[in-house]
């Protein structure tokens, strides 16, 4: 049997020249910087968000080939208006990052139906939306790359915050789902899973990262040099996968330095 194929071969190797992108939860965070870092390798982007005016900055920042429409993604037809946004605008649609998302705190005794419902229909319903929305886009481009953004708490459980870590342990299995169902259209399916990010989300919160093996949080920027690599051909044989990226934080715990 021979595998060995270069499916590439005599083509020159371009990341993400000429392809659209969505990117949901764009106005700031891992969005923006997704967002930002796919432009700077040829796509043109829309960014799609609640928060307008942060998300219009956005646009504004990353310059021509950059469009801002306003999306929530508990809304399908905010969806529908966003993927028609990008056809109509830029011509096609290849790439749909799935990246909005919120978090609520109690412990499971404590915690109510109604921050249930909110962070599973962001998060988890959201991300639904989107790929239900971008298929026929996708299609028609002959093919894509869904990113869908879940999180460490996709992978192992934590406490007080039940919603949180059963909508990202649904981003991960919706993925595969979608992957299988999806693969025979050459649309690809993968989930990353960030751990600690430096990002709005998380500021203010305490966090000890003396016990991860790199020892610090993670920056937008690092997440969004995966989502490009899973966004263009690079990738073209990677479907239905997760790609943790967590400093090392799900591997085990380390003891801290003297003095740490």
């Keep these: 049997m021979e ?8 083509d020159d190797v371009e990341r993400v020249i000429d392809k659209v992108a969505l990117v949901s939860g764009g106005a700031r965070g891992i969005g923006a ?10 796509a043109r ?74 962070v599973i229909s962001v998060n988890l319903t959201g991300t639904f939306n989107g790929i239900k ?8 481009s002959k093919g894509g790359s869904i990113v869908n953004i879940s999180s460490i708490a996709g992978i192992r459980g934590y406490e007080k915050i039940p919603g949180y ?5 649904g981003v991960r299995g919706l993925t595969k789902s979608a992957a299988l169902d999806l693969g025979h259209h050459g649309i690809r399916v993968n989930s990353v899973h ?11 919160l305490e966090m000890d990262m003396s016990r991860v093996a790199l020892s610090r949080m993670g920056h937008p920027g690092e997440i969004a040099d995966l989502v490009l690599y899973l966004a263009s051909n690079e990738s073209s044989f990677v479907t239905g996968a997760e790609f943790v990226i967590d400093g090392g934080d799900t591997a085990g715990t380390v003891t801290p330095p003297a003095g740490a």
């Design 3 to 10: 595998f060995l194929v270069d499916v590439n071969e005599g």
């Design 33 to 42: 910087a997704v967002a930002s870092r796919l432009h700077g390798e040829g």
């Design 45 to 118: 982007v829309v960014i799609g968000d609640v928060l307008d005016e942060e998300g219009k900055e956005t646009a504004e920042r990353i310059g021509s080939g950059a469009l801002y429409v306003h999306l929530d993604v508990t809304n399908p037809q905010d969806w529908e208006a966003a993927v028609s946004a990008a056809v109509e605008t830029f011509g096609s649609l290849g790439i749909l990052v799935n990246n909005a998302g919120i978090v609520n705190f109690a412990s499971i005794e404590e915690y109510t139906l109604e921050q249930w419902n909110a």
């Design 133 to 140: 929305a971008a298929i026929p886009a996708l299609k028609a």
């Design 165 to 169: 870590t059963a909508s990202k342990f």
């Design 194 to 204: 960030p751990g600690v990010i430096s990002t709005p989300m998380t500021a203010g």
